[in-house]
Each structure stands twice: as structure tokens, then as C-alpha cells.
Nanobody
Framework: QVQLVESGGGLVQTGGSLRLSCAAS????????MAWYRQGPGQQRKWVAT???????GYTNSVKGRFTISGDVAKNTVYLQMNSLKPTDTAVYYC?????????WGQGTQVTVSS
């Protein structure tokens, strides 16, 4: 089992920045990648960014150039630096850890961007 705890959400104005953190505990040696997802009001949960245990990263198009995922999967910590935030980025952000055949989720952290 893997437990994930996110932090760093909050309220920010358009154009502002926030940094989210996610720490994993438990059977972390089985984690092969970590990711961020978000779920806006009335929307499905959607993928935002991923970092693998080899350090490769990937982003959904809407955040490219504004968000940066970083951290160390082997050290069980991942971050999401969010710059130039827009009201459309408002969502609950969830950390995800993937092991072979199973994914784990954190409880989520609210990010609200005011116009």
C-alpha cells in the first residue's frame, strides 16, 4: 500500500503562482511514476503532468510552458510548480502514484484562481 499526502493549494489571483507538494509513504519502492491530476467543478478528473522514475516528464497541452513537475520518485516526493495561473486552472489537484498494475491517490488539495 502507498499513502499520498498533498499540500500547497490555496487561493491565488490570475497570473499568480502556487507550488504543490506530494509525499508518498508505505510500499514506495514499487512506485514507477508519479503524477498530478485535477478535477474542476462539474468535471471529470483529468491528467495534468507525470514524472517517471527515470526523470522523464510529460504535460497536458493546456499547462505546457506554465506548469513544471519535479521531484524524485525514488525519494517519494513530487512537486508541481504552477505559474501564470488562470481561472480555468481552478480545481482539486490530486497526486497519483503508479505501481505495476495499481494506482494510488491522495486526498486532493484545492486550488482556486480568482479573476
Amino acid at each position: 500500500q502507498v499513502q499520498l499526502v498533498e499540500s500547497g493549494g490555496g487561493l491565488v489571483q490570475t497570473g499568480g503562482s502556487l507550488r504543490l507538494s506530494c509525499a508518498a509513504s508505505g510500499t514506495t519502492r514499487s512506485i514507477t511514476s508519479m503524477a498530478w491530476y485535477r478535477q474542476g467543478p462539474g468535471q471529470q478528473r483529468k491528467w495534468v503532468a507525470t514524472i517517471t522514475d527515470s526523470g522523464s516528464t510529460g504535460y497536458t497541452n493546456s499547462v505546457k510552458g506554465r506548469f513544471t513537475i519535479s521531484g524524485d520518485v525514488a525519494k517519494n516526493t513530487v512537486y508541481l510548480q504552477m505559474n501564470s495561473l488562470k481561472p480555468t486552472d481552478t480545481a482539486v489537484y490530486y497526486c497519483n502514484a503508479y505501481t505495476t498494475g495499481k494506482g494510488y491517490w491522495g486526498q486532493g488539495t484545492q486550488v482556486t484562481v480568482s479573476s
